[in-house]
C-alpha cells in the first residue's frame, strides 16, 4: 500500500479525508498539531478518530503559535458570534497555519518515501481563509517539488485536497457514507470547559447548516442553540 500523510485536526473535514484516503487503498500517517489553539478539545477528537479510521501511525506535535497570535484562537482576542461573522477574513483566520502544517507533512512525507498528503481544505462552505483556497494549494504544490530532494530528483509530490470544491452538505454526506461517526468530530472555536460547541460562531453555524442542507440528523451538542 502506498503511504499517505493526512492532516487531522479532528474535525468534520479532516476525519472525511482521512476516510477518502484510506478508500483510495493509502496506508495513512496522520499527523495533528497543537499549536496552542483555545478549541484544544479537537486534539482529542483527533486521537479517537486516528483509532476508529485505523491510521498506522499517528503524531501529534506540539507547535506553540500563540507567540504570533494575530488570531481569535491563538490569543484572548474574542470569537465572533452571531450571524454577522462570515465576511471577509475573519479574526479566527490564524497567519500561516496550513503553510506550517503543510511543510511539517512535507517533511514527514519525504521522510517516510511518501508522495501524497491530504489536507481537508474547503473553498465553498467556509469562512474565507486565503490558505483554504485552490490558488494556494497549487503554490504550494509548486513549492513542494523544488523544496524536497524527491521532487528535485524527479519524484512526484501531490497535494490531495478532495474537498475544496464541495459544500459542507455534501462533506456531510461523503463521510456519513464512508463510515465517519461525526458525533466524535469537533468543529467549534469556542468551545466550553466540558467541550461542547457553542453553536453561535462560524464553524458550528457552517457545521448545523450542512447537516441540515444534507437532510442528515446532527448529532452535535450544543450549549447555545442561536
Known amino acids: 500500500m502506498p503511504k499517505a500523510v493526512v492532516l487531522l485536526s479532528g474535525g468534520m473535514d479532516s476525519a472525511t479525508v482521512l476516510?477518502?484516503?484510506?478508500?483510495?487503498?493509502?496506508?495513512?500517517?496522520?499527523?495533528?498539531?497543537?499549536y496552542g489553539q483555545r478549541h484544544r478539545v479537537e486534539i482529542a477528537a483527533?486521537?479517537?478518530?486516528?483509532?476508529?479510521?485505523?491510521?498506522?501511525?499517528?503524531?501529534?506535535?506540539?507547535?506553540?503559535?500563540?507567540?504570533?497570535?494575530?488570531?481569535?484562537?491563538?490569543?484572548n482576542t474574542p470569537v465572533p458570534k452571531g450571524r454577522?461573522?462570515?465576511?471577509?477574513?475573519p479574526v479566527t483566520y490564524v497567519p500561516a497555519r496550513n503553510t506550517i502544517l503543510l511543510g511539517l507533512a512535507l517533511g514527514w512525507a519525504e521522510v517516510l518515501g511518501a508522495h501524497d498528503i491530504f489536507i481537508g481544505v474547503n473553498a465553498i462552505d467556509?469562512?474565507?481563509?486565503?490558505?483554504c483556497r485552490p490558488a494556494f494549494i497549487s503554490a504550494f504544490s509548486r513549492m513542494a517539488r523544488l523544496a524536497t530532494r524527491s521532487g528535485v530528483e524527479g519524484g512526484r509530490v501531490r497535494i490531495h485536497t478532495p474537498l475544496i470544491r464541495r459544500s459542507k452538505a455534501d462533506?456531510?454526506?461523503?463521510?456519513?457514507?464512508?463510515?465517519?461517526?461525526?458525533?466524535?468530530?469537533?468543529?467549534?472555536?469556542?468551545?466550553?470547559?466540558?467541550?461542547?460547541a457553542c453553536g453561535r460562531c462560524a464553524a458550528c453555524r457552517i457545521r448545523r447548516k450542512g447537516f441540515a442542507d444534507a437532510g442528515i440528523q446532527d448529532m452535535t451538542v450544543y450549549h447555545q442553540q442561536s
Open 126 to 131: 467556509y469562512s474565507g481563509y486565503p490558505d
Open 84 to 89: 454577522n461573522t462570515i465576511a471577509g477574513i
Open 46 to 75: 483527533a486521537r479517537t478518530i486516528a483509532r476508529l479510521l485505523g491510521v498506522r501511525v499517528h503524531k501529534v506535535i506540539s507547535l506553540d503559535l500563540r507567540w504570533i497570535g494575530g488570531s481569535a484562537l491563538t490569543s
Open 171 to 196: 462533506i456531510v454526506r461523503t463521510g456519513t457514507r464512508l463510515g465517519v461517526d461525526f458525533r466524535r468530530t469537533t468543529s467549534c472555536y469556542d468551545p466550553d470547559r466540558r467541550g461542547r
Open 19 to 34: 476516510a477518502l484516503a484510506r478508500r483510495k487503498g493509502f496506508a495513512c500517517h496522520a499527523l495533528t498539531v497543537d
